[in-house]
């Protein structure tokens, strides 16, 4: 229910309201009563200085508020964080979502498409209403008030419902002071008041940029809302004009900076640092970033984010342009466009050299001890924050040392070996071994059979054995003996060979071998290569500690072929089994078995002999034709075997589900003359549904379902079903339907001038009649039908026979002579009874047999007549008579004729000709009736009259021939009347051509004043 009431508000000079207005603060940018019923909204602009953003937390809103009072209670913004910082030029929309207006966009009460409107229904959790009715108007009264919960959608209609008279909306900051308020109609004393009604209005700031929101000549009311509310877009481009120029791009990084372009303090970085930098805002803007000197330093990045990297020492700029995508102000404005708004944020970058470290290592540190001789050059910050004076007394070890510049911060690496311990002999001269067998196929197989020989000088050496890597020279396993070697996995494309070396080394030496590397450590030292110098797989020399010999012996670890398909896992009934397999490993075959393991099908066979197969699986190598038997899926499993150079890979397994052949059962049934009709059933296929195409009939047909019917198919032609499954599976049956005949050979064997029929019955569709008689016999003379329906089809077939036996059939010849003229068409008449077109008149002969024999066929042989027309061919009634017209061409006074038709029977049982002689005189007159003009104020009757007598009055005669005048009004007449005359009396079987004569009754006004009418009231 609407509700009225008066804003009593204190009028605030405007000069005041627009300083705090374009300060930070809230105005009303729109209010709507809506088009109709309730489709109401209020619309909310956020107000400042640019870059600003304002806390709405527990603003209030109204619609009204008398004193002491407010009906109905008010709403707030939620105590959320959504709300603490609102940015200018912020559209806040609320609406009745009760009776939604057709001009509100979707609801997004918390922009989540970021385009600086939020859109939100009163149920939404982000703003609250209370129904409580406040004590008064003050402010206090606002903040004194609890009771605020979450809204329903009839939160509007009960606390925020405006008035049509007059009534008022309001927006109160959290202390409850008025911040914006717009009154019309009849309430008055608002920020913006106007006189306007509000049925079916709506009111609109479309100030320009820069002018006051309070200054009512800003502002239009509108009462039709219906084609001019815009809710969370631009009243007008002024108004979309100037909510842009509140606006900027939403990043922090303006909100805070009064809108101008950024620049930030200053990063610095090393070469080859990098930092990152990152702006939060709308995801839908655009970003571009880029650097002043890529020499110096360079960004990549999309969006919010970016890396810089730093290039070389110097300066240079990364700026980031963002531009606003979002704004849908101008949406539905004509005449004007948006501006985008662009803003910039500079990052100045200073790259500051590297410093470079190197270290001298020696052996002058006593007792195999060595030196590090540090030399440290300056970068950028000119000198390290830790500089080592020479280490000495150094273990044979390799160190690192880092130093970071105290000015730039930027760090610099070192490493020196130490490698003067006391030298040593090992020798494994002489080392052989033999591994047998040397090729294998297995992941991890053992190397069983293995033998190795070896020599070393003396007991004070040890031995390792190392299988390496002949391609990369890594050590791939050093923990096996000469008996138990484990081949490493090859699950590659290619075979790889391996090497059986043997370290020897002293037992006083620590040896570490890391697997899965190329490294080896003795003692403190880390060598990356053997003592020698030379690489792992090399043939080394003897060297002092320890050295590496290499064997005759080389391992062979051929790749497991592997199987990948590209094939179908269910087929159709019929299709092949397109298996398409790949290897990448060259030169690997294939085996395969075949099972039925479900169901029943054909077509499936093993294949023992090796198939070649390459890496592309577009070619098939098993496809074979795959028939199920059955009615339910069959599942053939091919088992796959993968063979190259000897090694055997798992099987692959390709479980094959074949469905059962899609059929498709019909069956014919006539349905009408001339048309059949086809159910269908539909079985095997998927099973999963079916979808049914027709060439011809109405399909009446549920898609998935396993029948239907295809009905109206013309006999004669044939239809054609087209079905396809779910999984793809097609079929196709057609139908047709061959009519049943029937003839009946009449004959007069049935004795005493009785008749005998013999019915042949031919099947059609059904193949057996329902009812098929027995020869008839016994007939008297008569035409006779016999009908008989197929049980199967429903066809039926039909034959006629004339019995004419004994008696010999009479013919007679009869015109209606008591009246030889009868109307075909009536002459036509103009508004004053003239012919314009005339009419015609005829008469008819009728030849009758009896009995009754409707297989006879007549003809006019000879005919004559004076004026009339005679027809050439009788028309055959059906009923055992037979009619030929005579048209006489009929003038104003009718026409005169004589005729005579001679009959003659061409096809029947071969009657005499018969002759008949006719004519007459269709004569008629034209009536008149005249024009009347009665008295007025007179109850007299007035006599009508016609020419010639004898028809029918209609109208509002009283007896014929009278009509007494019943005036109601003071202003009379003209009445229209009608007279029916017949042209030719009624005699005989036709009637005559009836004419309808038409005439004007006119009574004169009367005055009341003197004169008083017999009957009836003025």
């Known amino acids: 229910m609407k509700k009225i009431f008066f804003l009593l508000l204190t009028i605030i000079l405007c000069s005041i309201w627009t300083q705090r207005i374009m300060a930070q603060s809230m105005i009303i940018n729109e209010l709507s009563n809506g088009a109709s019923g309730s489709k109401e909204f209020v619309e909310f602009l956020v107000t400042g200085n640019c870059g600003q953003t304002l806390d709405i937390r527990n603003w209030y809103f109204d619609d009204n508020c008398v004193s002491p009072g407010a009906a109905n209670g008010n709403g707030r913004f939620a105590n959320i964080a959504q709300w603490s910082a609102v940015p200018v030029g912020t559209l806040i929309v609320i609406y009745n979502e009760a009776d939604l207006n057709a001009a509100l966009p979707a609801s997004d009460p918390t922009d989540s498409n970021c385009d600086g409107v939020y859109v939100i229904p009163c149920s939404s959790n982000v703003i609250q209403f209370q129904p409580t009715v406040l004590a008064s108007c003050a402010a206090s009264s606002y903040t004194a008030t609890t009771g605020y919960v979450t809204g329903t959608s009839a939160s509007w209609g009960t606390v925020m419902s405006l008035a049509n008279a007059g009534d008022a909306f309001q927006i109160r900051d959290a202390s409850g002071n008025i911040a914006f308020s717009v009154s019309y109609g009849t309430a008055t004393g608002g920020t913006v008041s106007t006189a306007i009604s509000g049925t079916g209005s709506c009111f609109r700031f479309t100030g320009a940029v820069g002018s006051d929101p309070t200054n009512v000549a800003n502002w239009t009311a509108n009462t039709n809302a219906s084609t001019l509310d815009s809710p969370g877009k631009g009243n007008n481009c002024n108004n979309a004009a100037f909510i842009e120029a509140l606006r900027t791009v939403k990043d922090n990084e303006f909100k805070v900076s009064g809108c101008s372009n950024v620049t930030s303090t200053n990063t610095s970085l090393c070469v080859g640092a990098t930092a990152s930098k990152n702006l939060t805002g709308c995801t839908s803007d655009s970003y571009v970033w880029s650097t002043s000197d890529a020499s110096v330093a360079t960004v990549s990045g999309t969006g919010q984010s970016a890396t810089i990297t730093a290039v070389g020492a110097g300066t240079a700029n990364i700026v980031v342009t963002v531009t606003q995508t979002y704004s849908n102000l101008y949406t539905g404005l004509t005449g004007c466009s948006a501006t985008p708004i662009v803003k910039t944020m500079t990052y100045p970058v200073t790259v500051n050299a590297k410093p470079t470290l190197s270290l001298a290592p020696s052996c002058a540190g006593g007792a195999g001890t060595g030196i590090l001789t540090p030399t440290f050059t300056a970068g950028a910050g000119g000198s390290p924050t830790y500089n080592p004076a020479t280490l000495t007394g150094l273990a044979d070890n390799t160190y690192t040392v880092t130093v970071t510049e105290s000015g730039s911060g930027c760090t610099a690496t070192a490493s020196g070996t130490i490698s003067c311990a006391t030298t040593c002999a090992a020798d494994a001269t002489g080392f052989t071994a033999t591994v047998d067998p040397t090729s294998f196929c297995q992941i991890g197989g053992i190397l069983s059979g293995s033998s190795t020989t070896f020599s070393t000088p003396s007991f004070d050496y040890d031995v390792i054995y190392l299988l390496v890597d002949d391609a990369t020279g890594i050590v791939v396993s050093s923990d096996f003996d000469v008996a138990s070697l484990v081949a490493p996995d090859n699950n590659g494309t290619t075979i790889k060979t391996y090497s059986v070396y043997a370290l020897v080394y002293e037992l006083a030496q620590d040896v570490v071998i890391i697997n899965g590397t190329s490294t080896i450590i003795v003692g403190d030292a ?3 290569k053997d003592i020698d110098g030379d690489g792992l797989a090399a043939s080394p020399t003897a060297t002092a500690c320890m050295d590496l010999s290499a064997s005759a012996a080389t391992v062979v670890v051929n790749p497991k072929p592997t199987l990948g398909d590209d094939s179908d896992d269910i087929v159709c009934s019929g299709d092949g089994a397109a298996i398409g397999l790949a290897c990448a490993t ?110 011809t009939g109405t399909l009446s047909y549920t898609a998935g379902a396993t029948s239907g019917s295809v009905t109206a198919i013309n006999v004669g032609t044939s239809l054609t079903l087209n079905v396809i499954d779910d999984g793809f599976c097609t079929g196709t049956a057609t139908a047709s339907i061959t009519l049943p005949t029937l003839s009946l050979a009449p004959s007069c064997a049935g004795g005493a001038g009785t008749g005998v029929i013999t019915p042949t019955f031919t099947a059609g569709e059904g193949g057996t009649p329902s009812y098929m008689p027995a020869t008839l016999t016994g007939l008297a003379n008569n035409t006779y039908t016999v009908t008989v329906t197929e049980s199967g089809s429903g066809c039926t077939a039909t034959s006629s026979a004339t019995i004419n036996c004994g008696t010999s059939t009479t013919v007679s010849l009869n015109a209606d002579l008591t009246d030889p003229c009868y109307c075909i068409t009536a002459p036509t008449l103009d508004a004053d009874n003239n012919v314009t077109a005339n009419g015609t008149f005829g008469d008819e002969m009728i030849i009758t047999t009896s009995p009754v024999n409707t297989n006879l066929v007549w003809q006019v042989s000879t005919s004559t007549a004076t004026s009339p027309a005679v027809g050439a061919t009788f028309t055959n009634n059906n009923d055992g008579t037979y009619t030929i017209n005579i048209v006489y061409p009929a003038g104003a006074n009718g026409s005169a004729g004589s005729w005579s038709i001679t009959a003659t029977e061409t096809s029947g049982s071969g009657l005499a000709n018969q002759t008949m002689s006719g004519g007459s005189a269709c004569a008629y007159t034209i009536g008149t009736l005249s024009d009347v003009i009665a008295p007025a104020c007179s109850a007299t009757a007035i006599t009508l009259s016609a020419t010639p007598t004898g028809g029918t009055w209609g109208g509002a005669a009283t007896v014929a021939g009278t009509y007494t005048p019943s005036p109601t009004t003071v202003v009379q007449g003209p009445f229209p009347y009608s007279y029916t005359y017949d042209a030719f009396p009624v005699v005989g079987a036709h009637a005559a051509c009836p004419l309808t004569l038409n005439a004007d009754i006119s009574v004169p006004a009367c005055n009341a004043s003197s004169c008083t009418p017999a009957g009836g009231t003025w």
């Open 526 to 528: 880390n060598v990356i």
């Open 586 to 695: 060259t030169g690997t075959t294939l085996t395969w078995t075949a099972a039925l393991t479900s169901g029943t099908a054909t077509g499936f066979s093993d294949n023992t002999t090796p198939t070649a197969v390459d890496n592309d699986d577009s070619t098939n190598e098993i496809n074979s034709t795959l028939t199920n038997t059955g009615t339910t899926n069959a599942v053939v499993t091919y088992t796959i075997t993968p063979t190259v150079n000897g090694c055997v890979g798992d099987n692959y397994v390709v479980p094959l589900t074949i469905y059962p052949p899609l059929t498709i059962a019909t069956t014919e049934t006539c349905s009408g003359t001339g048309q059949y009709d086809v159910s269908f059933t539909l079985a095997g296929g998927s099973g999963s549904g079916y979808n049914v195409s027709n060439s």
